[in-house]
């Protein structure tokens, strides 16, 4: 079992970055990492994951190109690097993980076990 905490949301201007981190309590290398978010009156929808060994990352294609998921296991910590933002980027940003995630299911924010408490990206024009 894993506790997730989420950092490094702000306020931001279209095309400036802002580097989220999701720290866990416990060791986080048997678990799929992956990023959500949710804008206000929308469903939570995915932006990104990485598998264990980080060697396999997917993408939205919304944030394809502008956002890069890393994960550093010996912290026990998964950073969501964003460029580019765009106004549509606006969110709470969840950080989600889960031990038993299959490829097929990386996007159904229902499969995942363990959420942190969000993290709010504000992106203005």
């Known amino acids: 079992q894993v506790q997730l905490v989420e950092s490094g949301g702000g306020l931001v201007q279209a095309g400036g970055s802002l580097r989220l981190s999701c720290a866990a309590s416990?060791?986080?290398?048997?678990?799929?990492m992956a990023w959500f978010r949710q804008a206000p009156g929308k469903e939570r929808e995915f932006v990104t994951s990485?598998?264990?060994?980080?060697?396999?990352?997917y993408y939205a294609d919304s944030v394809k190109g502008r956002f890069t998921i890393a994960r550093v296991n010996s912290e026990n910590t998964v950073y969501l690097q964003m460029n580019e933002l765009k106004p549509e980027d606006t969110a709470v940003y969840y950080c989600a993980a889960d031990r038993n995630m299959i490829l097929s299911s990386i996007t159904r924010a229902r499969e995942y076990d363990y959420w942190g408490q969000g993290t709010q990206v504000t992106v203005s024009s």
């Open positions: 416990g060791r986080i290398s048997n678990y799929v």
């Open positions: 990485i598998f264990r060994s980080g060697g396999n990352k």
